[in-house]
């Protein structure tokens, strides 16, 4: 069975660091574009960053670029996302998710984490 698992949240204060981690079991990740996405309460889930399957594209959201970074070893069959300079507002569950394009539609991912929650405090 294809799982995604997230690790690496936690409550941290404005301005602190976080790493997420996203391992794989029965799929093997290098084949496919990885993406990370997170949704807060009331709010729909949105897209922060993605990595092609070799790593050589990079997509971030506006809300995040030059704060936040994906990463993977592929040889790990894992997915990275580094959070630095955390602000509240990037309080949410965070998603990890996997696809054969990488994409800031959240459509074009067929598999899914079951996500870890970060939580900023001012």
């Known amino acids: 069975q294809e799982q995604l698992v997230e690790s690496g949240g936690g409550l941290v204060q404005a301005g602190g660091s976080l790493t997420l981690s996203c391992a794989a079991s029965?799929?093997?990740?290098?084949?496919?574009?990885m993406g990370w996405f997170r949704q807060a309460p009331g709010k729909e889930r949105e897209f922060v960053a993605a990595?092609?399957?070799?790593?050589?594209?990079?997509y971030y959201a506006d809300s995040v670029k030059g704060r936040f970074t994906i990463s993977r070893a592929n040889a790990k069959n894992t997915v990275y996302l580094q959070m630095n300079s955390l602000k509240p507002e990037d309080t949410a569950v965070y998603y990890c998710?996997?696809?054969?394009?990488?994409?800031?539609?959240?459509?074009?991912?067929?598999?899914w984490g079951q996500g870890t929650q970060v939580t900023v405090s001012s």
């Open positions: 990595i092609s399957w070799s790593g050589g594209r990079l």
């Open positions: 998710a996997a696809g054969p394009v990488t994409s800031v539609v959240t459509t074009t991912y067929n598999t």
């Open positions: 029965g799929r093997t990740l290098s084949a496919y574009a």
